[in-house]
Nanobody, 114 residues
Framework: QVQLVESGEGLVQAGGSLRLSCAAS????????MGWYRQAPGKQRELVAS???????KYADNVKGRFTISRNNAESTLYLQMNELKPEDTAVYYC????????WGQGTQVTVSS
């Protein structure tokens, strides 16, 4: 059973940066597609960024140029570097590993103040 543990939650001012980490068990980081999703209060969970083992990455339009997804196989960890944070980035961020069914972490809170 895959386990995903996110860390890096925080409260930052607009314009600041945070890096989220997702420590993954099993083969997630080495061979599976992974991604970061977020869910703001009263809204549906949405894809923020995805990454395949072959290096193909995709970003939501509203984070392009500000967020970077990456993985470190040796550390079995997925990262999300978030720069130029905006109040609308406030949400619970979830790590996902594309197993069948998909595996999810418990979520980590990001709060951006104006």
């Amino acid at each position: 059973q895959v386990q995903l543990v996110e860390s890096g939650e925080g409260l930052v001012q607009a314009g600041g940066s945070l890096r989220l980490s997702c420590a993954a068990s099993g083969s997630c980081v080495s061979i599976r597609a992974m991604g970061w999703y977020r869910q703001a209060p009263g809204k549906q969970r949405e894809l923020v960024a995805s990454d395949s083992p072959g290096g193909s990455t995709k970003y939501a339009d509203n984070v392009k140029g500000r967020f970077t997804i990456s993985r470190n196989n040796a550390e079995s960890t997925l990262y999300l570097q978030m720069n130029e944070l905006k109040p609308e980035d406030t949400a619970v961020y979830y790590c996902m590993c594309l197993t069948f069914p998909a595996s999810w972490g418990q979520g980590t809170q990001v709060t951006v103040s104006s």
